[in-house]
């Protein structure tokens, strides 16, 4: 029975039909290419709004009269065509299913909200990523921002408390070198946006371990960090990760059961379903929980490449010149094609999408990067076909196939017990494993290669990054005290944590990183209300009414005449009111706003700033 085509939405779908250029509907005029109506509408493409002006029920709803101009309402457009009532197929209904659909049933991949996350209290602790079998202590505010909100939110900041750490002490600076590894403390969001200025397409491997969103279990909030945010949290990030790989730069994030596979959805729409990789195994606890239907001992890392095609194409020629002639499995694009080494055969054999170790069976490289590959052993031929293997490196210096399980490594321990030997028995619960990253490294990177790890927590990262010559950035936000990574990067250039990896590669100590923060504007009155007690929030209550930090959103007037209903506030509502009525726009001191006299920044912050974005 053919569908009964009334309605707004299927008026709308007809009239798109009718676009001259037939730019909205795929080849086989079925699929409808919403993200290119999307993009048209933001673009004002006369085309597109000459096709709405057409049609009067279109005209109403999408366009204002003033003064006898009409105003296309390009948000409102915007909206229509993400709402799910718009696009029921199946496959919105299968993004509306997983949560890919928000409370508003906007599509999360096309929006351009910004969810920000504050500490919010006991944030001085012990605590580490996460395992579900374990209390987590910090309490955060997740605050999510329209794009109305947002203002300078994402422009460079201004840094402070610079210092270069090395084998010999610390000292302060006021020049950012190429070679200079960074540390840095602050909302890792605006981190993200302000290395982008100097670092952009510079990085060669992201690792983040970041929060699992476990809710009560684990990971607590003070306000529900619902499945929507938490997405939209990651997506922030995500989109300005990508912009900073280079082109044949990769992203591994580790995350549990409870949010991995919605964020690998995610993470196809930010990098390209061809780009993904592989969904790593990695064994992540040996107990077994006697409270759950089966208790699940391992976490998934998600593997992705910017640019699949030249992941493994990155070797400078070595002059190899070995005859590839005979080889002939090739694609139509001239491209060799790999197959797996002991893959399965039979009714599978030459599919290209059954699995070899887990990894995409086919890889497709160019005759220079073949050679090179064959030269070093990392294929082989059989037949007339190319053959594919990967290592990875053991402590025994033994070579084993890798796959897509990853147990604890070679270091049997727990993570927190080797720590407990560099940091003290009072060290940082439950950070990942170095020999984990050593992997990861390894196979995605080489000596003085540029890491990324922007959910640093302890500094493993950073920590085996060092170890193994290559470049890094990291990016914590909480303080750790006496456990913050720069503490823990500090006994490495000592030398004083030679019970993990560091036998290994003969780590001797030395090298160096410059630590700096974030400048802090009104996101001082943030850490001030996470340790004030009932008496100094009311004094914070009448100081941050009267200052020029209050959100747009706020009647300053009606503040000023509320003191009585603030009074009564129990002291957590407090804290959640004073931080909400805040200016998110002005966390930190945006660079283009150095030079304002009473934002106090000094004459060492300016040129390390100039340095940093290469403004000397």
């Not at 997740?142 to 210092?163: G, H």
């Not at 379903?273 to 976490?299: L, M, Q, T, V």
Request: hydrophobic residues 30%; negative net charge.
């Amino acid at each position: 029975m053919t569908e009964e085509r009334k309605g707004f939405y299927f008026e709308l779908l007809d009239l798109l039909e009718q676009d001259p250029e037939k730019r909205f509907y795929a080849d086989n005029g079925k699929d409808l290419l919403r993200n290119k109506i999307y993009e048209c509408a933001m673009k004002m493409d006369k085309d597109l709004i000459k096709l709405l002006l057409s049609n009067d029920r279109m005209k109403e709803k999408f366009f204002t009269d003033i003064d006898g101009t009409l105003v296309f309402d390009k948000t409102a457009f915007g909206w229509a065509i993400n709402n799910k009532a718009f696009l029921q197929d199946s496959y919105t209904r299968f993004k509306n299913t997983i949560g890919l659909i928000d409370s508003k049933e906007q599509f999360i991949f096309s929006k351009n909200d910004v969810v920000l996350s504050f500490p919010y209290k006991d944030c001085v602790l012990e605590g580490g990523q996460t395992k579900e079998d374990q209390k987590r202590e910090e309490i955060y505010y997740n605050e999510l921002l329209a794009p109305d909100d947002i203002d300078r939110l994402l422009a460079p900041k201004v840094f402070t408390n610079m210092k270069r750490y090395t084998k010999d002490g610390e000292e302060s600076l006021t020049k950012f070198k190429d070679s200079d590894n960074l540390l840095i403390k602050g909302n890792n969001l605006l981190a993200l946006s302000s290395l982008l200025k100097r670092y952009e397409g510079c990085v060669k491997c992201i690792y983040i371990d970041p929060p699992y969103n476990t809710g009560g279990d684990s990971f607590n909030y003070n306000d529900s960090f619902n499945h929507s945010s938490w997405l939209t949290f990651m997506r922030n990030r995500l989109v300005l990760a990508r912009k900073l790989l280079n082109e044949k730069g990769t992203l591994f994030i580790s995350l549990d059961d409870k949010e991995a596979h919605y964020c690998k959805i995610l993470a196809d729409e930010i990098f390209g379903r061809e780009n993904f990789i592989a969904d790593i195994c990695h064994k992540a606890r040996g107990s077994i929980s006697n409270d759950k239907i089966i208790s699940s001992n391992h976490n998934h890392i998600l593997f992705y490449a910017k640019n699949e095609r030249l992941i493994f194409a990155e070797k400078e020629s070595y002059g190899i010149s070995k005859d590839l002639s005979t080889f002939t499995e090739k694609d139509d694009n001239g491209y060799y094609k790999l197959v797996p080494v002991d893959g399965p055969g039979g009714a599978n054999k030459g599919n290209p999408y059954y699995e070899f170790c887990g990894i995409t069976n086919y890889w497709r490289f160019s005759q220079k990067t073949m050679q090179e590959m064959y030269e070093n052993g990392l294929i082989v031929k059989k037949g007339n076909s190319l053959q594919q293997k990967y290592y990875k490196s053991k402590a025994e210096q033994q070579r084993q196939t890798i796959t897509t399980w990853w147990d604890e490594g070679y270091l049997t321990s727990s993570a927190t017990s080797q720590l407990k030997k560099v940091m003290g028995e009072d060290c940082f619960k439950n950070p990942k494993n170095e020999s984990l990253i050593e992997l990861i490294l390894e196979f995605a990177t080489k000596e003085n290669d540029l890491v990324l790890d922007y959910h640093l927590g302890s500094g493993t990262t950073c920590v085996v990054a060092h170890k193994m010559k290559r470049k890094y950035i990291g990016i914590e936000q909480l303080e750790y005290g006496k456990n913050s990574p720069k503490h823990r990067l500090q006994k490495v250039i000592q030398n004083n944590d030679n019970d993990l990896i560091s036998k290994y590669h003969n780590w001797q100590g030395g090298g160096s990183f410059v630590y700096c923060e974030l400048k802090e504007l009104n996101h001082k009155y943030i850490n001030q209300i996470q340790d004030a007690d009932d008496s100094k929030l009311n004094e914070l209550y009448q100081e941050i009414i009267n200052s020029e930090f209050i959100s747009y959103k706020a009647d300053i007037n009606k503040l000023k005449e509320s003191d009585k209903d603030y009074q009564e506030l129990d002291i957590e509502e407090k804290r959640r009111f004073l931080i909400e009525i805040l200016d998110k726009n002005l966390l930190y001191v945006n660079y283009c706003d150095m030079e304002d006299e009473e934002l106090a920044v000094t004459d060492e912050e300016k040129a390390f700033a100039r340095s940093f974005y290469g403004e000397e």
